[in-house]
């Protein structure tokens, strides 16, 4: 997992409230579950006027232009810039079904950061687990926020994680809350398994002796 430490980034405005799962990555693309590919159809039924299936090629596809994403200011530029990497959203963000895929389309599109006064708790746990950083700020920053997008193209925020900051272009900062535990494992980039590895030797040691008190279990230690 990528670790997050200091992201500098553009804000895209997701001026909607309720934005449930299945609008960030509609049902029909949830078959797979390799954890890539889902960047491509990230709010999918928004973005297209047409309908998509899974492995349709995007190219082939007619964007929305009034779909905040598809509009020049947040898209890729030229010589590989980059495109907006920090939403702005209102409250309820990530609703609907506890579909882990959402966090997945959010990061594999580019997102790093979601900034909204509430989530849904499922997909707030679901974002810490993938390297995706959820900030709830209050309603009203939230609002100043979204006026201050709209205002100023290219308008962009800096996400201190290690500092607890949410840092304007001109140096004003809004603190936001992030449990210590998340904090340490996205600082470090570690997801459950980076976790459970750090243990590996003590599992090794466990299962090494488990098997000489009980070696009918199995014959050989797995490594």
């Known amino acids: 997992m990528q670790k997050f430490t200091v992201h500098k980034g553009l804000v895209a405005p997701m001026d909607r409230e309720n934005v449930d799962t299945d609008a960030i990555i509609p049902k029909q693309f949830l078959k797979s579950i390799r954890k890539t590919g889902f960047g491509p159809n990230l709010f999918d039924a928004w973005r297209y006027l047409d309908p998509g299936e899974p492995g349709q090629d995007p190219a082939s596809r007619r964007p929305n232009p009034d779909f905040v994403l598809n509009q020049p200011r947040y898209r890729p530029g030229p010589a590989g810039s980059p495109g907006a990497s920090i939403l702005l ?3 309820n963000f990530g609703c609907g079904s506890s579909r ?25 746990n679901n974002c810490f687990k993938n390297g995706l950083l959820p900030i709830v700020l209050p309603e009203a920053a939230v609002a100043q926020l979204f006026d201050e997008v709209h205002a100023f193209p290219g308008y962009q925020l800096t996400i201190d994680l290690e500092r607890q900051r949410v840092v304007k272009a001109q140096g004003e900062e809004i ?22 590895l750090l243990k590996k030797d003590k599992i090794e040691a466990f299962e090494a002796q488990r098997l000489a008190e009980k070696p009918w279990l199995a014959h050989t230690l797995v490594r």
């Open 175 to 196: 603190g936001f809350e992030v449990q210590p535990f998340r904090k340490y494992c996205l600082v470090n980039g570690f997801d459950d398994i980076s976790l459970t």
């Open 89 to 91: 959203a209102r409250k």
């Open 100 to 124: 882990e895929h959402a966090p997945w389309a959010l990061d594999q599109y580019g997102f790093r950061c979601v900034i909204a006064p509430s989530f849904a708790d499922i997909f707030f």
